[in-house]
Structures are given as structure tokens and as C-alpha cells.
């Protein structure tokens, strides 16, 4: 039995990354997904929380469910610990016991050769389009994003609002407050009921 460790951000989740988990589950019996910068959310590089993470990345995975049959995958957030060199004890104080490391990220691949384990190279997949930094920024910019990320994630990126998150983050539109002119005004606004 081999079970395979493959992390990121998945800020969001996109082909380059589905493409890449549809490779491993062919070399393994089971998948750990980290997912990075777990503590992260609401930020320009890190929009989306690691919750919002999982159900991009399980919802995707729906699609793949010919290609892993019985095949476990275990999605586990990661916090940053901000020391390079305890970092794969965190991860392994964290996650199922682990057999190889799947990356091309360079210090993800030092740290844990250092520390041992075996780690495999993956490849890159059209890394012009399917980068997270690129399409936050066509999220940013209203360009079209929805052809570069699995189905299932359009669908939870537009529940979660996740556009005008990002966009307000950004500065480029006009957060969710209210604008009052007078004090009865501000009045029926605390006696209304809050949408949250
Ligand atoms: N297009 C791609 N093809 C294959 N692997 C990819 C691709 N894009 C990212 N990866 C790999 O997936 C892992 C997780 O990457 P990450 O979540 O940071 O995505 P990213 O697209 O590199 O995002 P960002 O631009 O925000 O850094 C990394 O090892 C990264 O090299
Ligand atoms: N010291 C640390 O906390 C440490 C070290 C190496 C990688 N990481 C994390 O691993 C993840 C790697 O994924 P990316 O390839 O998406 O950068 C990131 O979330 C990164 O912050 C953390």
C-alpha cells in the first residue's frame, strides 16, 4: 500500500492541479492533499479560506471518481509554521503516515529530501494559464477565469461570492456597507434583522 503527500495553496484550485492529482492516483493507493498557508484568507495571494479549499478540491474531485475508484483521498489544512526546518515534523505531526512526496515546488522538495523521504517530481501543465496568481488576477480585472478551474469549483467561487471578495479586497469595488444620511436612517438599520 503506498500513500502519496502532494501540497498546496489552492488559491484557487485549478486544472494545473487537477491534472496533477489525476497523475499521482495512478501511482498510488492513497492521497494526502495538504492544503497550505491554511491560516490564510482575505488577502490578494490568499483569498479564500481553508475551508473554501476543501470544497473546491473535493468537489473537483467528484470528477476524477472513474479514475480512483475505491482509492482514499484525505484533504488536511496546513498552517504555516514559519520555520523551515521543523516544518516537515509539523506536516507529519498533521496528516496520515506517508510513504512520497509528489512536488515541484523547490523547498517543498528540499525540505522533505532532507528529512528522508522520497519525493517525485510532477510536471507542469500549461503553467501560462493554469497559475493561481494568473487567474486571481483575471478575477480581479472581470476577465473571463472560469475556463481555467474544474466545473465544480466555478460553482463554489460564485456561492461564496468569492469574485466580489476579491475584487473588494483589491480595492476595486466598494465594500458591503450601508449609506445612511440621517440618524433615523441608522436607526431602522439597527432594527433591521442582519443578513449573516
Ligand atoms: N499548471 C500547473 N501544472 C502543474 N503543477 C502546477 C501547476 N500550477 C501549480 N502547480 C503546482 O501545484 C502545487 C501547488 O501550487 P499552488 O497552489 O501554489 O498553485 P499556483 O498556481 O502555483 O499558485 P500561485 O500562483 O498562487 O503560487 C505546486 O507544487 C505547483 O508547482
Ligand atoms: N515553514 C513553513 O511553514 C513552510 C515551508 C514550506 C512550505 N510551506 C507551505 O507549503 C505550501 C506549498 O504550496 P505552494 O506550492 O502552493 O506554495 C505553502 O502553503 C507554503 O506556505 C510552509
Excluded: C
Excluded at 500513500?3 to 492529482?21: A, D, L, T
Excluded at 490578494?44 to 474531485?61: V, Y
Excluded at 471578495?165 to 433615523?184: L, P, Q, T, Y
Amino acid at each position: 500500500m503506498i500513500r502519496g503527500f502532494f501540497i498546496g495553496r489552492f488559491q484557487p484550485y485549478h486544472y494545473g492541479h487537477h491534472e496533477v492529482i489525476r497523475n499521482i492516483i495512478t501511482k498510488v493507493d492513497e492521497l494526502i492533499i495538504g492544503i497550505g498557508s491554511a491560516q490564510e484568507s482575505h488577502e490578494l495571494e490568499n483569498p479564500f479560506t481553508a475551508g473554501e479549499r476543501i470544497l473546491m478540491i473535493s468537489s473537483a474531485l467528484d470528477e476524477l471518481k472513474d479514475e480512483l475508484g475505491d482509492k482514499k483521498v484525505y484533504l488536511i489544512p496546513l498552517e504555516d509554521i514559519y520555520r523551515n526546518s521543523l516544518w516537515v515534523s509539523h506536516v507529519i505531526s498533521m496528516v496520515p503516515p506517508f510513504d512520497v512526496v509528489f512536488s515541484n515546488n523547490p523547498l517543498v522538495v528540499r525540505l522533505f529530501t532532507e528529512a528522508g523521504k522520497k519525493v517525485v517530481n510532477t510536471s507542469m501543465y500549461n503553467r501560462d494559464e493554469y497559475q493561481g496568481t494568473e487567474i486571481r488576477r483575471r478575477m480581479l480585472e472581470n476577465e473571463a477565469w472560469e475556463h481555467l478551474v474544474p466545473k465544480p469549483v466555478v460553482k463554489i467561487i460564485k456561492e461564496i461570492d468569492g469574485i466580489r471578495r476579491i475584487r473588494e479586497i483589491g480595492g476595486k469595488d466598494a465594500g458591503n456597507g450601508v449609506i445612511i444620511s440621517s440618524k433615523s436612517e441608522l436607526k431602522s438599520l439597527m432594527n433591521s434583522k442582519s443578513e449573516l
